[in-house]
């Protein structure tokens, strides 16, 4: 078997075991797709401001705070550097938790 695909049968794994462990509290499941919905947003929105964009990283903000995304890399880093869309979750992720 090719090394990548190995890699990738491995990483696959690993996920979904990730994926079966319970969230909490135990009856609260984990949205597999939203961080990859959040990276191509973030290519969309960089493309066309639009707000039906920023409405949709909005909604997702609970559920990566929850899976731990902003503890990992805070908002202010999200913020930095000249990305639209990574600023624009960035300051929607702080205000969020400004809220909490």
Do not use: G, K, V, W
């Given at each position: 078997m090719d090394e990548n695909l190995a890699?990738?049968?491995e990483l696959s794994r690993i996920n979904?075991?990730?994926l079966r462990q319970p969230a909490t509290p135990a009856k609260e499941s984990k949205p597999s797709g939203?961080?990859?919905t959040l990276l191509h947003n973030i290519d969309?929105?960089?493309l066309t401001k639009s707000e039906k964009v920023e409405t949709e990283f909005r909604a997702a903000i609970p559920a990566l705070v929850k899976m731990g995304l902003f503890s990992?890399?805070?908002p202010e880093e999200w913020m930095q550097g000249n990305n639209p869309g990574r600023k624009f979750v960035g300051q929607a992720a702080l205000e969020y938790l400004q809220d909490q």
């Open positions: 890699n990738i049968d979904e075991q990730i939203t961080l990859a969309l929105y960089n990992l890399f805070p």
